[in-house]
């Protein structure tokens, strides 16, 4: 990825649109003004391609909150990671005393990021703690120490809409160096696209859509798996669970609906040792 990506604030448009339905699943207040009029076009565009995109991105938000309220209310976690962070305001959401956040992103998009929340009255910025690394080259884990993460307590991770967009070499890199560099009781968590979608192959013509309007974004879509579990292994992970968005919507709002096409991404959380922590 060269410059600032654009992808971050495509969901940032979907997370304000989410955050206003009638019975919202999560709510972002930050979400409308930091995506501005370019995220909300870009999302308009993609709207064309993958109408489901919006239900799909509340539910992935949603779910993700929910690791980081159990981590935070009921574990006792002090330290919340967020990869790839893009326009995140998790860290402004979701503030807890005593708990710390740490933004990690591309340099080119952190720089973007921090620009526009100086210009947004009232955030609080000094709520996260901002780490530029460039998954490709760079090793995250030496960027969060050096940024004051402690490596002896148990940290959350989030790599949300992060990996599709990486070579597999910087994700098993990125994954490795995690598992061996944090507290074994950490917890990563990340969204993962099917191994055609990645390739380009077997798809239908909404899904070269998809992927070409991605592309044409100039992040590619590079990375998929229809199973995770192997490289995770190979990572150096103990413990793997996926989860499936049209279980997620089943769970969240209630019904299974074929035609949003959500079967083919899934949300994987791993962790270095075995736990026995009730994420849901
Ligand atoms: C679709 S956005 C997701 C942003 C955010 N996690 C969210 O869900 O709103 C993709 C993110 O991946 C980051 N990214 C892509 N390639 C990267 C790389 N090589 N190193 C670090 N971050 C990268 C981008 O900077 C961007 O923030």
Redesign the pocket.
């Given at each position: 990825?060269d410059g600032?990506?654009s992808?971050?604030l495509?969901?940032?448009a979907y997370?304000a649109r989410a955050s206003t339905w009638p019975q919202p699943i999560m709510t972002d207040r930050w979400a409308a003004a930091l995506a501005g009029e370019e995220g909300q076009r870009i999302a308009a565009g993609f709207d064309r391609h993958w109408p489901a995109m919006e239900t799909w991105l509340a539910l992935?938000v949603a779910y993700l909150d929910r690791l980081v309220a159990l981590a935070t209310d009921r574990l006792s976690v002090r330290q919340v990671v967020?990869?790839?962070?893009?326009?995140?305001t998790r860290a402004a959401r979701m503030p807890k005393s005593g708990v710390r956040y740490f933004e990690?992103?591309?340099p080119?998009?952190q720089a973007a990021k921090r620009a526009r929340l100086a210009a947004l009255p009232g955030y609080p910025v000094d709520a996260a703690t901002y780490a530029p690394?460039?998954?490709?080259r760079e090793d995250p884990v030496d960027r969060l120490r050096a940024a004051g993460l402690s490596t002896r307590l148990p940290t959350l991770v989030l790599w949300?809409?992060?990996v599709p967009?990486?070579t597999e070499a910087?994700v098993r890199a990125t994954a490795t160096t995690l598992a061996r560099g944090l507290d074994p009781r950490s917890l990563l968590a990340f969204d993962f696209v099917g191994k055609n979608l990645a390739a380009g192959q077997k798809l239908s013509a909404q899904d070269h859509g998809m992927r070409d309007f991605i592309g044409d974004l100039a992040?590619p879509v590079r990375f998929g798996s229809d199973h995770i579990t192997p490289l995770l292994a190979e990572c150096g992970y103990r413990w793997v669970r996926t989860v499936s968005f049209d279980d997620l919507a089943l769970q969240l709002l209630g019904d299974y609906q074929r035609e949003r096409l959500f079967r083919f991404q899934r949300i994987a959380l791993a962790s270095p040792s075995v736990v026995d922590a009730p994420w849901p």
């Open positions: 990825m600032a990506s992808t971050a495509m969901v940032c997370r992935r967020i990869l790839g962070a893009g326009y995140d990690v992103d591309h080119d998009t690394c460039d998954f490709e949300e809409g992060v967009y990486l910087a992040e």
